[in-house]
C-alpha cells in the first residue's frame, strides 16, 4: 500500500522560507516521479512541481519558479520542497503525489503565509 506523510509546514511570515518533507512507504520510490501539489479551501488542486525518476527533470509552476525547490533523497525515501520568497498566496494545503494531478497523495501539511 502507498503511503506518503508530509511535514515541515507552519506558519511564515511573507519573504520568509518553509521546507516541507514527505517520506513515502510501500512503492519503489526511485523508479518514480513525484510531485508536489496544493490546495486551498474551495478551489481544486493545484500542480505545484514534479521531479523525475532518479537524476531527473524538475518543473515547477510559473508561480512557484525561482522561489522552490524541489529535491528528493532515493537513499531514504524522501521528497522535499524547499519553500522561498513566500507570499500570502502560496498559503494552502500542500501534498506529496505519485503523480502531478494529485490522485494519490498523502494527507498533507499546512502552508500558512500571514504576517
Known amino acids: 500500500e502507498v503511503q506518503l506523510l508530509e511535514s515541515g509546514g507552519g506558519l511564515a511570515e511573507p519573504g520568509g522560507s518553509l521546507r516541507l518533507s514527505c517520506t513515502a512507504s510501500g512503492f519503489t520510490f526511485a523508479r518514480y516521479p513525484m510531485s508536489w501539489v496544493r490546495q486551498t479551501p474551495g478551489k481544486a488542486l493545484e500542480w505545484v512541481s514534479t521531479i523525475g525518476a532518479g537524476r531527473g527533470t524538475e518543473s515547477y509552476a510559473d508561480s512557484v519558479k525561482g522561489r522552490f525547490t524541489i529535491t528528493r533523497d532515493d537513499a531514504k525515501n524522501t521528497l522535499s520542497l524547499e519553500l522561498n520568497s513566500l507570499k500570502s498566496e502560496d498559503t494552502a494545503l500542500y501534498y506529496c503525489?505519485?503523480?502531478?494531478?494529485?490522485?494519490?497523495r498523502g494527507q498533507g501539511t499546512q502552508v500558512t503565509v500571514s504576517g
Open positions: 503525489a505519485t503523480s502531478a494531478d494529485g490522485q494519490n
